[in-house]
């Protein structure tokens, strides 16, 4: 089923896409066929790919399902018959496939990120491995860097596994030689010192192993976060009931003070298929000095980077009127979440008359 990649284009790179699992963790289903957005992971890559200018990729395949070819034209398949083992061996195939004279851009196929994360991996020069500034669970396996280089893989790591790499042409006859399938393709990125690029932490990424992370995916890229005008005090009661948090002081909130409230200040929403996950609101004078309150992001939905994809957004609407100060009054534990946007703590002592 192997057969002789043949150059088609002047680019001077070319994409592997690692897609040889069962999807046993998602119910059967190979994972390269699960939707968001009403498109398939690998439909999605392939479609990245060829928009940023890599028109040569080759998807290397275990149990090969004539589905994976459906709607996908220009593409090159491979076979890994011991798709079982170790993903390197499957990498060896996508080598030898492709051949040793172009760099590669080695992807995971049950990763999903943004069109600008893989941007960041095609612009790269030499041997690079993309790393999350965070990773999706504190009990994955994270990536271990020091001075800018790969190191290893544990789960006391802080940054996460995106699944995207780029492999020098110089490397390649050596990596190649190399890969045996006794160990995963990281083992031999480490060995021959990958250097590491953080992607932006406005950017959004997603591993996928489970049906759960693939409900959990569906909702961080289906999820609109915006302006929102219609937002309604009965849904956002709710949503302040499920948080659990004295903070929000239910006890004193009712539908008619939420929807007075609602009408002198500046909601921003996040909603996934119209239901409302996420909140923040912005009051100030709009002029001279703006503040953010109840910043908020369903627990089920915490640890996607939502509500750090909400904060940006906000501060990034009121940058682009007059300002002179933004308030915000975080909760105890969130101070440095806060400062990676640029947020100190205050120098005048608040003072307060409060009614709680």
């Keep these: 089923m192997e057969r002789i990649f043949k150059m088609k284009e002047k680019s001077n790179k070319v994409a592997i896409i690692l897609a040889g699992g069962l999807g046993r963790r998602c119910g059967g289903i190979v994972k390269g066929f699960l939707k968001i957005k009403n498109e398939t992971l690998i439909h999605r890559q392939i479609r990245l790919l060829k928009s940023l200018g890599i028109r040569d990729i080759c998807v290397v395949t275990g149990k090969f399902d004539a589905r994976l070819k459906q709607g996908i034209k220009g593409v090159t398949f491979a076979f890994n018959p011991e798709f079982k083992k170790e993903n390197s061996l499957s990498l060896k195939v996508g080598i030898k496939t492709v051949g040793f004279h172009r760099d590669i851009i080695l992807i995971m196929g049950d990763t999903i990120w943004d069109k600008s994360v893989l941007k960041k ?89 489970t049906l759960k992370d693939y409900k959990r995916a569906q909702v961080l890229f289906e999820s609109r976060i915006e302006m929102d005008t219609k937002v309604k005090a009965k849904e956002l009661i709710e949503l302040m009931k499920d948080m659990h948090f004295e903070g929000f002081h239910l006890d004193k909130r009712s539908l008619k003070l939420e929807s007075k409230a609602l009408k002198n200040v500046t909601s921003f929403s996040i909603r996934h298929n119209k239901k409302l996950i996420g909140y923040a609101r912005v009051s100030g004078d709009k002029t001279f000095y703006w503040s953010i309150w109840d910043v908020i992001v369903h627990p089920e939905y915490q640890g996607l980077g939502l509500g750090r994809l909400l904060v940006d957004e906000i501060v990034k609407w009121i940058k682009k009127r007059q300002f002179i100060k933004i308030f915000l009054f975080s909760a105890k534990g969130k101070e440095h979440f806060y400062s990676t946007f640029g947020f100190n703590k205050a120098k005048a002592e608040v003072m307060e008359i409060r009614n709680d």
């Design 121 to 209: 991996v095609i612009n790269s020069k030499e041997s690079n491995y993309l790393v999350a500034p965070h990773k999706i669970s504190s009990s994955d396996l994270g990536v271990d860097t020091h001075k800018g280089e790969l190191v290893g893989f544990n789960v006391d790591s802080s940054y996460g596994d995106t699944g995207l790499i780029h492999l020098s042409k110089k490397i390649l006859p050596f990596l190649y030689a190399d890969l045996d399938g006794i160990k995963s393709c990281g083992f031999y990125f480490v060995k021959y010192s990958f250097s590491t690029a953080v992607m932006s932490k406005e950017s959004k990424w997603y591993e996928i192993d």
